[in-house]
């Protein structure tokens, strides 16, 4: 049984770090192409960066230069580093997970950006 547990959100300022976590579990972590996405309220959820099983990465145009995405084949972990944060990154983040016809989710962990 697949599970991606997500950990690292909460409260921060704007221009403040944090750091998300997903550990996988039940599954070839190395071989999927791992991604964070993101869901504020009322709207869609969206594509925050992606890595794949050969560490390409990509990122949504809004977190380019701010947030890094990086894995840990060793830790079956996927992390999220933010920097720089601003009120418009407050959302739900959510882990994926990718290969061929396979796609799973985590339960998400919320991400508020606020003075």
């Known amino acids: 049984q697949v599970q991606l547990v997500e950990s690292g959100g909460g409260l921060v300022q704007p221009g403040g770090s944090l750091r998300l976590s997903c550990a996988a579990s039940g599954m070839i972590f190395s071989i999927y192409v791992m991604g964070w996405y993101r869901q504020a309220p009322g709207k869609q959820r969206e594509l925050v960066a992606y890595?794949?099983?050969?560490?390409?990465?990509n990122y949504a145009d809004s977190v380019k230069g701010r947030f890094t995405i990086s894995r840990d084949n060793a830790k079956n972990t996927v992390y999220l580093q933010m920097n720089s944060l601003k009120p418009e990154d407050t959302a739900v983040y959510y882990c994926?997970?990718?290969?061929?016809?396979?796609?799973?989710w985590g339960q998400g962990t919320q991400v508020t950006v606020s003075s």
């Open positions: 890595i794949t099983s050969s560490d390409s990465t």
């Open positions: 994926n997970a990718h290969w061929v016809m396979y796609q799973y």
